[in-house]
């Protein structure tokens, strides 16, 4: 079992940054792809970005738009979201998710384990 905690959420204002962690424990996440997705009140779920295990391989969403950039450290078994620039429409909550066999990075189907989210909200 993977047990991930979400941390870094709060209120900002248009144009702030804020920097989303994803702590695991219970194993480590060096085998496994690691996922940011976030959910808008009244909408879906929606993939944000995601990175291999080994860091090689990165995802983004057309909307971060250079904006977002996910990384990873092993050591510490935690992942990192860098949000700037930030925008009304990023208002959402943000959950990590980790897979050890994930096909399509985008799908939040492939994903074994989930956060229980950290709240984003940005005004304008």
């Known amino acids: 079992q993977v047990q991930l905690v979400e941390s870094g959420g709060g209120l900002v204002q248009a144009g702030d940054s804020l920097r989303l962690s994803c702590a695991a424990s219970g194993r480590t996440l060096s085998s496994y792809t690691m996922g940011w997705f976030r959910q808008a009140p009244g909408k879906e779920r929606e993939f944000v970005s995601a990175?291999?295990?080994?860091?090689?391989?990165?995802y983004y969403a057309d909307f971060t738009k250079g904006r977002f950039t996910i990384s990873r450290d092993n050591a510490q078994n935690t992942v990192y979201l860098q949000m700037n620039s930030l925008k009304p429409e990023d208002t959402a909550d943000y959950y990590c998710a980790a897979g050890r066999s994930v096909r399509r990075v985008v799908s939040s189907t492939g994903y074994d384990y989930w956060g229980q989210g950290t709240q984003v909200t940005v005004s304008s």
């Open positions: 990175v291999s295990w080994s860091g090689a391989s990165i």
